[in-house]
Nanobody
């Protein structure tokens, strides 16, 4: 079992920045792909970014086209945290952001749907005003 707790959401003006953090606990020594999804009312969760977790695998990051160049996902194995730095925010980035984990040694292009992931945090609201 893995427990995930997000923090860092809030309200920001368009063009601004926010940083989200996800603290992982439990069986974090296992191989996990860590990621972020977001969800707006009435829609399914949308893939945002993912990162390989296991140190013996080359660190790779993956992004949705809509956030590429603006968002950066990173991880700190010593602290068991995954972060999402969001720059140049747009009103359409407004959503509840969820941290997620999948027990797998490396990312696959199949891992862009919410059904692919095993564990989820409770979510944190990000609101970008125009």
């Amino acid at each position: 079992q893995v427990q995930l707790v997000e923090s860092g959401g809030g309200l920001v003006q368009a063009g601004g920045s926010l940083s989200l953090s996800c603290a992982a606990s439990g069986r974090t020594a296992s191989s996990y792909v860590m990621g972020w999804f977001r969800q707006t009312p009435g829609k399914e969760r949308e893939f945002v970014a993912a990162i390989n977790w296991v140190t013996w695998v080359s660190i790779r990051t993956y992004y949705a086209d809509s956030v590429k160049g603006r968002f950066t996902i990173s991880r700190d194995n010593t602290e068991n945290t995954v972060s999402l730095q969001m720059n140049s925010l747009k009103p359409e980035d407004t959503a509840v952001y969820y941290c997620t984990a999948k027990q797998a040694p490396r990312f696959s292009t199949d891992y862009v749907t919410q059904d692919s992931y095993d564990y989820w945090g409770q979510g944190t609201q990000v609101t970008v005003s125009s």
